[in-house]
């Protein structure tokens, strides 16, 4: 858990305080957006996990594909 909640912070940092208070807003507005953000997360968190005791390299580049840093992004405002 600790190396993930890194690599989430490290990806939050890539948005800039706008973007990830624009995210935190959506989040507050729209259920729908944040039920599904919440399922993409954690759908995307089961797959990493899946794969890390077998095959860390591909879990390592699923944490760094686009769709990882935006797994990592959204549960990091899910988080914060």
């Known amino acids: 858990r600790g190396e ?9 940092a890539l ?3 706008r973007e990830a208070k624009d995210l935190k807003d959506l989040f507050a507005t729209d259920a729908d957006f944040a039920r ?7 759908a995307f ?6 794969f ?4 860390p390299v591909l879990a390592n580049a ?5 769709q990882g840093r935006l797994a ?9």
């Not at 993930?4 to 939050?12: C, D, S, T």
């Not at 599904?36 to 954690?42: G, K, L, N, P, Q």
């Not at 968190?45 to 899946?50: H, K, P, W």
Request: no cysteine.
């Open 4 to 12: 993930r909640g890194l690599f989430n912070r490290r990806a939050l």
């Open 15 to 17: 948005l800039d305080r």
């Open 36 to 42: 599904s953000a919440r399922e993409y997360t954690a």
């Open 45 to 50: 968190e089961a797959l990493v996990r899946r």
């Open 52 to 55: 890390e005791a077998q095959a």
């Open 62 to 66: 699923l944490q760094n594909s686009d």
């Open 72 to 80: 990592a992004a959204l549960s990091e405002v899910l988080e914060g």
